[in-house]
């Protein structure tokens, strides 16, 4: 069956170090993959889109790596501050979906500590 | 990045009435939105693509009579709970594709249905 997996439901960090969230999928062949930030109450903001035939994205602390034989992304985010704190998803586009059309992961939940 | 706005934000009704939500591109324009949503620790799931000027589509599971899309303009799509029942109360986002090379979606902040 089909599935996009992110790690962990929580994350605990302290301030200052990397945060690193994992994104893993059975059975797609994406296109690329998103993530996205969403806080409680709101709807996701974009961040990042790193595209099949692309290994790695930066911007600014955060980085997406992405192995599509291991059929996973990693989401870094260096020198973590408390206001990093969120939840973050990440969504696959996959080769005949429908135009736009994102399979989004449950969240992975990140609480930065002072 | 692209702007994408709802509203209302929230709203509060009785079992049986309809609810409109709204969903706005601002300084875009979108000829495909999206209607999601999302239930308490729950992924995003989609519920149907409007397309300017035609039908939307729904997806598999999602009744097109109950839930009502009118995508009128390049800014603009409707989505109306039509006789709303408690189950339907979660969160509605929208979303809109900038469209070009690099495809991306963008998200309204997403009303909070509550339906009593």
């Given amino acids: 069956s089909q599935k996009i997996e992110q790690n962990s439901e929580a994350l605990n960090i302290q301030e200052g170090k990397t945060a690193t969230l994992t994104c893993n999928y059975t059975n797609y062949s994406p296109a690329y993959l998103q993530w996205y930030r969403q806080d409680p109450g709101r709807g996701p903001v974009f961040l990042l889109l790193i595209r099949e035939n692309e290994k790695e994205k930066r911007k600014e602390r955060l980085k997406v790596t992405f192995d599509t034989t291991l059929k996973q992304s990693l989401f870094h985010i260096t020198a973590s501050q ?3 704190s969120a939840t973050y998803l990440c969504a696959l586009r996959v080769y005949g979906g429908s135009q736009g ?9 990140l609480s930065v500590k002072p | 990045g692209a702007v994408v706005s709802q509203h209302p934000s929230w709203v509060i009704c009785k079992s049986g ?11 875009f324009q979108a000829t495909t939105m999206f209607w999601y949503r999302q239930f ?3 992924s995003l799931m989609l519920m149907a693509t409007s397309n300017e000027g035609s039908k939307a589509t729904y997806e598999q599971g999602v009744e097109k009579d109950k839930f009502l899309i009118n995508h009128a303009s390049l800014t603009l799509s409707t989505l109306t709970v039509t006789s709303a029942h408690p189950e ?3 969160f509605y986002i929208c979303s809109a594709l900038t469209g070009g090379s690099t495809d991306t979606q963008y998200f309204g902040p997403g009303t909070r249905l509550t339906v009593l």
């Fill in chain 2, 88 to 90: 339907d109360s979660s």
């Fill in chain 1, 82 to 84: 408390p206001a990093d």
């Fill in chain 2, 40 to 42: 308490p620790k729950q």
């Fill in chain 1, 101 to 109: 059309n994102l399979i989004f992961g449950k969240g992975t939940k």
């Fill in chain 2, 17 to 27: 009435t309809s609810v409109k939500i709204e969903c706005r591109s601002l300084d």
